[in-house]
């Protein structure tokens, strides 16, 4: 992983700070032969899957409690996704190092890297993926600490749960308050232990959807930047010769104070560091990829059901400062996770197809055959690589896309509240 902070997009410190730095680093302690940090990160895993375990019993006691057995679901589908992104990490730990070499600047050659365009692009992406980094960890710490202390702030109000057999059970007001087995008396007596419990819980999460969410997106910068770069080098070659009537050559191409050999190397030079890029971009797509899908679909199904909560605690008469109500804080976060991977994605992708025009933009038309021979096979390479982030043939992950998942989100959750009003109309 790069070292130095001043000439990577990733700062090394926000790395260490949302411990990818020490998840990836093989150089780290070990025990056993094996990773320190990796076997923390199971570790967490395990105790997450422990506790996720227990909630399927919970959907069938609870079943006469909508807004409970919804937020059991939560719980289920959000925290399973999170041991597969922190199984992903470990797993794929050396690539996700390997790959982190594209964030350097110097990853490129001299002449992509002594561009003051590239070098000024290249200093706002480190300054986007930082502020990224630095805002979304914050945000989801925050999240943590409001569902946390909202217990201890909102003093005498429990939760009130319809049990299957049709009785009521009131449970102390806890960060998630899930089933754990045991009786409301029980939980009620031993809360502070519970409440530690599913504090831990949480954290494990965060610390994980924070570390694998910062790779990708600053991967995704990474990689665009180097993309820029790459781009604006292409359409410089040739442009800065010094033509005049006099110096035509019999071929039809223009001598300057560049040789047709020295712009033949440059050529040459970039599509080797354009293959570099894709190469990493390849690498890539194929650990991000399988997450990707389940990371729209969770959040889309969490955006609808969080709605359906909110909405549906209105109508029955609950207000909107109610301590169920107040756990929705974390709503926001989940809409900007839907937006700031079609975001990412969408722009790496814009960046990438874009490349054949500034192939186009170079000083061709006064170049030597070779030159355009080179040229064109640099077209037909790039064309050859179809790296599209994609959850289908023909939908590609981009803003577009994430106006769709909005729209549908807002469809289901339309058909979602229609169908609890006409439930309540018969009653």
Known sequence: MPNSSEECVMSSSMAKCTGL???????????????????????????????????????YYWANDVTQCIFLLIYIVNFSFGCFKAFTLVRHSDDICRCLDVTRFDFSSGAIMSDPDSARFFRKCRDASSTFTGWFAASSHFVL????????????????????????????????????????????RLHLVFHLVEWAFGLCFVLIMVAFDTFMVTLCVAITCQMRGIGNAYSKLGHDRCATASNVCSDGGIESNKSNNEYLRDLKLIIKDHQAVLGKMNDFYKIVGPVILPQLIVASFTII???????????????????QSLKMCCFPIFFYQVYYTCHAFGNLSHRKNVMNFALYSSDWTQM????????????QMHDANKLDMKLTDKLVINLELFTRVINMCYSIFSVLVNSQLKIADKQ
């Open 305 to 323: 059901f969080v709605s359906f909560i909110i909405t549906r605690n209105y109508f029955n008469g609950m207000l909107l400062t109610s301590t």
């Open 368 to 379: 030597e055959i070779k030159f355009k021979k080179l040229l064109l096979l640099a077209m």
């Open 145 to 188: 600490l409001v569902w946390t202390l909202l217990p201890f702030v909102v003093v005498g109000k429990g939760v009130e749960i319809n049990n299957r057999d049709g009785s009521t059970s009131y449970y102390h007001f806890n960060p998630y308050n899930m089933y754990f087995l045991v009786s409301s008396e029980t939980y009620n």
């Open 21 to 59: 730095h020490y998840i990836i680093d093989p150089e780290g302690p070990t025990v056993g032969g094996h990773n320190v940090f990796h076997v923390t990160v199971m570790v967490m895993i395990g105790f997450t899957v422990v506790c996720l375990s227990m909630c399927p019993f919970g959907l």
